[in-house]
């Protein structure tokens, strides 16, 4: 293709102050109290789209608001949806942040900042984009931008948007950028997503705390319980125990297991990455096919009795934790969540009882690995990086994407921009800023090759 | 004996609201936020021992000060030291208070406030028990108040003060009334107390928090490392699996056993008293012996991973819980200490590290069953309540009882002078109002038979 080199053109400094702007912008939406700060993070967008000559507008939904804008001035060429995340996750434990979550900083080549990679990051990148094609003339497909604010509590509301707005968000391709390539020098294209089931677990002992010395020994311990019945949840092997658990699952083909062993992975270095001497989890499976094809079972937060300064030598009437399982092809979260409240119950210890609180769920997703799509941003990540990208699967969950499937009946492109290295999630979450202007070139390429899908380089 | 019936001339009224004085000061002696709430307190016992004619003063210590206080104007009678604490549990859950912990208030007959009966309701009956004493004249024996301001805390700073203060202390008996009776109409005297090793156990897995999306599958989770640790600490007989836990343990005799069996418990009755269904325990041994004569485990807090609002999919970097074990005469807290904590890093899960952290422990007590001082306070109370103690023992724990056996080589004599259903340590901690009166006229009674010691009734 005879395109002026975009890169040359990009004003990297310009791009990374207006990232920070956003990045300032403290859009918890698990919290509460910052219902204020969602607004004005969608107010953020919405202008910034609309100087980019977008339709762009801020619809209410029954939680956070919704970003939507169009501009479709490419007749006869492709449409692409372009969806992404303005909320980000709670960013506790504060303590542990070198530099405030919500004062972006570069350090060592990197953003510092949480929602830096998880998604403001990677969504903002596909605004720079299109503003650095906008700079040459008009776009070469018809884009749409849809950035909603509640992914991170697993979009309550998204659903219903979709249904109610199904014809105008109407795509050939819906691109979505919010995720990790599987290496710094390997572009990487995503054909898959686990699914999630997330639910409470919520144990009771006797009718109130009791004192450990005139009780120890006859009152039941809820927390001891409910150890118990975590540990109850898999067995020796790695293997969750709940009856059914496993039913239907689409397992790997040769091909996947062939095609990821021959990938630039090695245990020991990503042992090493996070610290830990071992890498545990379901026996029979290699570490990306524990990762990407397999479920798991975590828990993700526990708490009971006393926890702060001293020893306070009580026996407390309740405990509970925060339990998911990631899913896989073939597992439906409504049903793995009712076998998990079916099955807790019975766990529990004599003079306790065990009830599952269900939170959020999302489906399972795997596409066609040799959609024009793919081939399309296979050619795009080729003119970034100057390599094939890779196949992989993503071990997290885009809950939406089934809906996407399902509602607006386009096939998804994940094109991830980050790294795990980011730690999304974590404290100290980042973005590489090299991975951010690779990025902003990549979201211009791929609508340039979406808009000539025949070409070739 | 031919004294004036003293229950007629206590002034119930007045007696009640010095103790709401006293139990509005918030004593906690865990909260470093309160040490000046710690201090007004020694001095509001201070001033009123004073007060009645007793030589008092404040003895600052390493931690919260001792209130000591002595009258000794009965020439050739014995010397009694009367020990209680001022400091109180903890308030949290606050929530659960159906009124404030340190505004005391009366429900159905109960003053309800922390510290209620444990243990400032307790030890200010003696101080009143002694001034209805002093209405009538001198004092029949010689008296000495010891009241501590760390007994919630482990006594940290006791020992020493003993130490220094041996000869002070010197007396032929020590009184303590820290605990419960058996039941509301049966007078007990408590003849052994359990001892107390509390531990930390912390356990690492990755060296930052991880996205269980992008990590599960992979990463150690040290939550459920943490469960599987506590889960492993106990068998499936209720047992402790801690290798040589139950070494040398001075076995429960036929008579004790016999003893207890004859007492009126209601397994039934006690377990719908705390609302259960069961009460489990070490198997082989009835719920007296479980509560009074066998060690337990019992994890009294835990923490780790997300606690707060919806949910949070992230794999901690590290989680915790407070153990405590409660243990019997043969089993040396420091010994039990380092036996877990030699034992619990082995059972960590691959990929996690667990460390134990000692807090305190307590040293568990029996001592002689027909000495003449229990025999006294049989008599003191048979005055009261009008029929003879039951001898029983307390699953509690009172550390600082070795150390006064120990450093003062005095006999304890324990009179109870609350219920289990005073709820110590827990919300809505209360002491019954007719507890405390009866225990004032005990205390009143007691001093006279101690210093009748051969009279009978």
Redesign the interface.
């Known amino acids: 293709m005879t395109t002026p080199d975009l890169s040359a053109l990009l004003d990297r400094d310009r791009a990374n102050a207006e990232l920070f702007d956003l990045l300032r912008l403290p859009s918890v939406s698990?919290?509460?109290t910052r219902t204020a700060d969602m607004a004005a993070t969608a107010e953020f967008l919405r202008a910034k789209l609309a100087g980019l000559g977008f339709t762009a507008r801020i619809d209410a939904t029954a939680g956070h608001p919704v970003v939507y804008a169009e501009r479709l001035n490419a007749p006869h060429k492709p449409t692409v949806l372009i969806y992404g995340h303005y909320d980000v996750?709670?960013e506790?434990?504060l303590e542990?942040w070198v530099t405030p979550p919500f004062e972006p900083t570069v350090r060592d080549g990197r953003i510092y900042a949480r929602g830096s990679t998880d998604d403001k990051g990677q969504a903002y990148a596909h605004v720079k984009g299109v503003e650095l094609l906008l700079s040459q003339g008009e776009l070469p497909v018809n884009v749409k931008f849809l950035l909603e604010g509640e992914e991170e509590?697993?979009s309550p509301n998204l659903e219903p948007y979709l249904r109610d707005h199904a014809d105008e968000l109407n795509a050939d391709v819906i691109v979505i950028s919010d995720g990790?390539r599987f290496a710094p020098d390997v572009p990487t294209i995503t054909y898959g997503v686990?699914g999630?089931s997330?639910v409470e677990i919520h144990v009771q002992?006797?009718?109130?705390?009791?004192?450990?010395?005139?009780?120890?020994?006859?009152?039941?311990?809820p927390?001891?319980a409910?150890?118990?019945i975590?540990?109850r949840l898999?067995d020796d092997q790695g293997r969750v125990t709940i009856p059914g658990f496993y039913d239907g699952i689409d397992e790997l083909t040769d091909t996947e297991r062939q095609m990821w062993a021959d990938l630039p992975h090695d245990d020991a270095s990503?042992?090493a990455s996070?610290?830990?001497?071992?890498?545990?989890?379901?026996a029979g499976y290699s570490?990306l096919e524990?990762?990407w094809g397999?479920p798991?079972l975590?828990?993700?937060?526990?708490?009971?009795?006393?926890?702060?300064?001293?020893?306070?030598?009580?026996?407390?009437a309740k405990?509970g934790?925060?339990v998911?399982m990631?899913l896989v092809p073939g597992q439906d979260p409504e049903r793995i969540t009712g076998l998990i409240s079916e099955y807790v119950p019975t766990l529990a210890?004599?003079?306790?009882t065990a009830v599952v609180h269900p939170?959020?769920g999302g489906r399972p997703f795997k596409f066609d690995l040799n959609s024009p799509y793919n081939l399309a941003a296979n050619r795009a990540l080729k003119r970034v990086f100057g390599r094939e990208a890779v196949f992989a699967r993503?071990?997290?969950?885009i809950p939406i994407v089934a809906a996407f499937n399902d509602l607006l009946h386009a096939p998804v492109l994940f094109v991830d921009l980050g790294l795990?290295e980011d730690?999304?999630?974590?404290?100290?979450e980042s973005f590489a800023v090299s991975d951010y202007h690779n990025g902003i070139l990549t979201s211009a390429y791929l609508l340039q090759e979406l808009g000539a899908p025949t070409s070739a380089e």
């Open positions: 698990a919290d509460p996750q709670p506790a434990p542990e509590i697993g990790s686990r999630l997330y002992g006797a009718n109130r705390d009791l004192h450990s010395g005139s009780y120890g020994g006859a009152a039941p311990n927390i001891n409910l150890a118990e975590i540990t898999k990503f042992a996070i610290g830990v001497p071992a890498l545990p989890g379901e570490t524990r990762l397999r798991t975590d828990v993700n937060g526990i708490w009971g009795g006393y926890q702060g300064e001293g020893s306070k030598t009580v026996i407390a405990a934790a925060k998911s990631r210890p004599a003079g306790t939170h959020h993503t071990g997290g969950s795990n730690a999304p999630h974590s404290p100290n």
